[in-house]
């Protein structure tokens, strides 16, 4: 099961175009990008970098920042999803 990463178009001056370049470039994580026009965190998007990670709000000062903050992100709920795997959920 993917991990749903989304960004938001507004954002994309940000810096978060070439985040989302490069997780698509890691063949380890297990992702589905999805750009929205808006994800209705105006306050976020005007001052930072953001995304949403499995429904979670990951904010940074820089894009590469942001990148380091998602894929710990995209780890952390690819690790969740096989505990509850484990459980047969």
């Excluded at 929205?36 to 930072?48: A, K, M, Q, R």
């Amino acid at each position: 099961m993917s991990v749903v990463v989304e960004f938001c178009q507004s954002n994309l001056s940000l810096g978060t175009d070439w985040v989302k370049d490069q997780l698509l470039l890691d063949t380890e994580l297990d992702i589905e990008i999805v750009d929205y026009g808006c994800l209705g965190n105006c306050g976020e998007c005007f001052l930072y970098p953001f995304a949403l990670i499995g429904g979670e709000v990951i904010l940074a000062e820089t894009p590469e920042d942001l990148l380091a903050k998602a894929k710990a992100g995209i780890k952390r709920k690819m690790e969740e999803v096989e505990e509850w795997k484990k459980l047969d959920f």
